[in-house]
């Protein structure tokens, strides 16, 4: 009696062609998807946000089954690693930074995932999986021409408090003359550690204009807030002035440049109310996004800055608790 033949072993190299199909075509939409903000092709548009990592999962399952039958959770799993290197791959051709490729880790290999899902039932339901995977590779090329470049946006404002053992004076010091600041003593705010660059200093004088608060941070960003309503000890509200060369190339990604196409900071107020044993510090902050996924980038929008002003609220609730009494 004959032997049953051994089953052929795999080449771990094999399961490599999956991922390297998925990342070649993100990469090529990603080459389509590279126009001007405002202008049809663009990045952020949603044709490509929510499109291009499902097809990636899609072609990323699609050659994996056609080199032998998966499990779901295969193709689950191989459209969510193809989405992680997909955006890799754009950080190392230098079109988005650090920043952008965190901030759409989430949502790129959760549609990648769904990705792999759908060519899995497409798979099981159809015995022709091309002619709808061609159809899904189509479709952001088609709609990319055809969507709104310019949402309309939003404007949002998160509001922050703290309680502060010190006076309205000291805390009104610390406001005008934020100086020397140490990466230790804002490091624990999110924006930052994913990296957005600290602030070094906020120089506060006076001239015709009002008050004007000179605002320096890392990787040369520096810019302006101006303040014509305030009062000493009480409140004071900033606007924010940027020249054009506020942001030097490669501080910021363009996705995300204070701004710019797609987000803005348009006012922040800090208010001291007297309390027994010290001041209670508030601060609100007035922001615009516009983007055609704003249910996805207002809430991640929201999160950060409400972090950020949290622990900028904590800096001058330290420095002025520590600082010698006015």
């Known amino acids: 009696m004959n032997a049953p033949a051994p089953r052929a072993r795999r080449s771990p190299i094999q399961w490599l062609w999956p991922l ?3 990342v070649a075509v993100g990469l090529g939409l990603r080459w389509v998807f590279s126009a001007k903000a405002g202008e049809a092709y663009a990045t952020m548009l949603v044709s490509f946000v929510l499109l291009a ?27 969510v690693l193809a989405n992680v290197f997909f955006i890799i791959g754009t950080m190392v051709m230098g079109w988005e930074g ?19 899902l759908l060519m899995s039932a497409i798979f099981r339901f159809t015995a022709r999986p091309k002619p709808p995977l061609y159809g899904f590779l189509a479709l952001p090329l088609v709609l990319g021409a055809l969507e709104n470049p310019q949402p309309q946006g939003r404007i949002e404002q998160v509001e922050r408090t703290v309680a502060v053992a010190a006076t309205p004076q000291a805390v009104w010091q610390q406001l005008m003359r934020a100086d020397a600041i140490r990466p230790d003593e804002v490091d624990a705010a999110w924006s930052y550690r994913i990296g957005v660059p600290k602030p070094l200093s906020g120089l506060v004088h006076e001239d015709a204009r009002g008050l004007v608060r000179e605002v320096r941070m890392g990787k040369g960003i520096h810019f302006r807030q101006l303040s014509t309503d305030w009062q000493p000890q009480r409140y004071v509200r900033w606007q924010y002035a940027f020249d054009e060369d506020s942001v030097p190339p490669g501080a910021l990604d363009d996705h995300v440049r204070i701004g710019g196409e797609y987000f803005d900071l348009r006012d922040t107020t800090y208010t001291l109310i007297p309390r027994e044993g010290g001041t209670e510090l508030k601060v609100s902050m007035s922001y615009r996004v516009s983007t055609g996924f704003d249910w996805y980038a207002a809430p991640l929008a929201r999160w950060l800055l409400g972090n950020q002003c949290q622990v900028l609220l904590d800096f001058y609730r330290h420095r002025a608790e520590a600082a010698p009494p006015v």
């Not at 989430?106 to 990705?115: D, H, N, Q, S, V």
Request: charged share 5%.
């Open 53 to 79: 990592p499902l097809v990636v999962g899609m072609v990323a399952a699609y050659v994996a089954q056609r080199r032998g039958p998966q499990h779901w959770a295969m193709h689950f799993g191989l459209g």
């Open 98 to 116: 650090a920043i952008c490729a965190i901030l759409a880790s989430p949502i790129f290999t959760l549609i990648g995932g769904a990705g792999g």
């Open 20 to 22: 390297v199909a998925g």
